[in-house]
């Protein structure tokens, strides 16, 4: 089916590590995000990429890097896990000026 | 800067009973607003969207949502509630460059 691809689905970290989440769209969006979720504070916006080639911060991207591949891809970079970033991280693409974003099914993540 | 508040963390109704889900959103400008559902350990999926047509917006599974400029409200409704309506709601609203900003989510409880 046509979407938004994310992996890991799972992932448990020791605090130090590093880690890169994947994530693939297939419908050939311009725009795509990664956000976090949290209990209690609904979902964040680490990054966002507006078209190929370009990044920008969220509202909350401190300890988070990110990489947009090409068109498809967009990769979310842990380089030093800490206890602060257990969440789940969902991944979303969209196109300008159509309505809806399509969300992957979300990469749950435990830093121990 | 746009914002929504969710006015209820915890909404529980019985079955048959009607929804309320209410949100309040700040906005410059005629915002763009959506609802999404989150059902336990999913995805998010798009309920409906309002985008200054008509204010009484329809979405899947029921739902619907008013939007009202004067009270500055976008409240999902349904008439009568399913067992399978247990979920999260997200109230969200687009900026102007369409990155979706979230409200801090509603629980919604089904009793048989």
């Known amino acids: 089916n046509a979407g938004v691809t994310q992996t890991p689905k799972f992932q448990v970290l020791k605090t130090g590590q590093s880690m890169t989440l994947q994530c693939a769209q297939d419908?050939?969006?311009?725009?795509m995000y990664w956000y976090r979720q949290d209990p209690g504070m609904g979902l964040r916006l680490i990054y966002y990429?507006?078209?190929?080639?370009?990044?920008d911060k969220g509202e909350v991207p401190n300890g988070y890097n990110v990489s947009r591949l090409n068109k498809r891809e967009f990769s979310l970079r842990l380089e030093s896990a800490a206890p602060s970033q257990t969440s789940v991280y969902f991944c979303a693409s969209s196109e300008a000026g159509v309505w809806g974003y399509t969300f992957g099914s979300g990469t749950r993540l435990t830093v121990v | 800067a746009q914002s929504v508040t969710q006015l209820d963390s915890h909404v529980s109704v019985s079955e048959g009973t009607p929804v309320l889900l209410r949100c309040n959103y700040s906005s410059s400008y005629s915002p763009s607003l959506f609802w999404y559902v989150q059902h336990p350990n999913k995805g998010l999926q798009l309920l409906l969207k309002y985008t200054s047509a008509a204010t009484l917006v329809k979405g899947i599974n029921g739902f619907e949502a008013e939007f009202k400029k004067s009270e500055t409200s976008f409240h999902l409704t349904k008439p009568s509630a399913h067992m399978s309506d247990a979920a999260e709601y997200f109230c969200v609203v687009s900026d102007r460059d369409d990155k979706l900003i979230f409200g801090t989510g509603t629980r919604l409880q089904v009793f048989p």
């Open positions: 990429s507006a078209s190929e080639g370009t990044t």
């Open positions: 419908m050939n969006h311009n725009s």
